[in-house]
């Protein structure tokens, strides 16, 4: 069996939410759109909205895989891009060890 992977939400009113991987969910974006909490993924995962922002705890950055080129350059536009914590929802994939990630929604643009 495959474990259901959760992470600790912030969202943008400061609430503090656990958000649990659904059915059928492969990304972190996907789980965060679910639970209407700010995160539009106008593109549908596409790297080119931004609208997946989030800022994930720094000391959990380096267990993420590296941004790509598409991903960095869209970010870097982003008003609210903080090197050491953003990341597209949408290009983050699950994996076991998200369990417990720490993040907030990053504020709107
Ligand atoms: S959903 Fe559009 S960039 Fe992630």
Known sequence: ?????????????GEEKTVTQGAGHTTLMQMLY???IGVEAVCGGCASCATCHVLID???MGKLPERDQ???MLLQYAEF????RSRLSCQLALTPDM???PMVIAPEE
Do not use: F, Q
Request: proline share 7%; aromatic share 6%; glycine share 4%.
């Open 70 to 72: 598409a991903e960095l």
């Open 34 to 36: 679910e639970e209407d």
């Open 1 to 13: 069996m495959t474990s259901v992977i959760s992470v600790k939400v912030t969202t943008r009113d």
């Open 58 to 60: 720094p000391n959990w």
């Open 81 to 84: 891009y903080d090197p050491e």
């Open 99 to 101: 369990e417990g990630m």
